[in-house]
Structure formats: C-alpha cells, structure tokens
C-alpha cells in the first residue's frame, strides 16, 4: 500500500507557473501508474496527466508536464501559462499498473488530499 502527500498548490496570477509534487511513501512509485487530476466547486473530478509504470506519459493540458523522481519516490506536476479555469483542488492518485493506462478516477485506488490552487485573473 502507497501513502501519497501533495504539495506545491496556491495562489497565482493568470499566466504564471507551479510545480505540485507528489511524495509517496510505502511504496515506490515506479510500481504504479500514477496520475494527477483536478476537481473544481460543482465539477466532477477530471484527469490532467499521468505517468505509466514503464515511463509512458498521458497528458490533456499541453501546458501541464508529469514527471516522475524515482530517487526522491516523488511525482510532479510542472504546470504553466495557468488560467483561472485551472482553479481546483488537485490530487494525486495511484493504481496497480496495467498493460492500457487508465484516466478514469474511479479506476485509481490510492488518493492524496489534495491541494489547492487558484489562479486569479
């Protein structure tokens, strides 16, 4: 079983940039497919990105960039030219490794709790 903390979220002006990071513990995350995704108030909870256990990267947002730490057991989230509608909660989440990668959340069985960011116009 993994542990996953975000970090990294806050407040910043439209068109500037974040880092989240993803520590994980208990297990490393070179085992898993990992994944970030977002909710926003009212909004269902969407995939942003994600990073196979083989390395593979899926991404929605040209502007976002996963990126996985093996030595630090840590996953990243490099997200720029940020809008206001990238306003939410973002989490990380984890799942046993399969041969397709998966972008549905109910599909993920390990969940951090997240972190905000709000991106102001």
């Known amino acids: 079983q993994v542990q996953l903390v975000e970090s990294g979220g806050g407040l910043v002006q439209a068109g500037g940039s974040l880092r989240l990071s993803c520590a994980a513990s208990?297990?490393?995350?070179?085992?898993?497919?990992m994944g970030w995704f977002r909710q926003a108030p009212g909004k269902e909870r969407e995939f942003v990105a994600g990073i196979s256990r083989s390395g593979g990267i899926t991404s929605m947002k040209g502007r976002f960039t996963i990126s996985r730490d093996n030595a630090k057991n840590t996953v990243y989230l490099e997200m720029n030219s940020l809008k206001p509608e990238d306003t939410a909660v973002y989490y990380c989440a984890a799942r046993t490794a399969t041969y397709y990668f998966r972008v549905n959340p109910d599909e993920y069985d390990y969940w951090g709790q997240g972190t905000q960011v709000t991106v102001s116009s």
């Open positions: 208990g297990r490393t995350v070179s085992t898993y497919d």
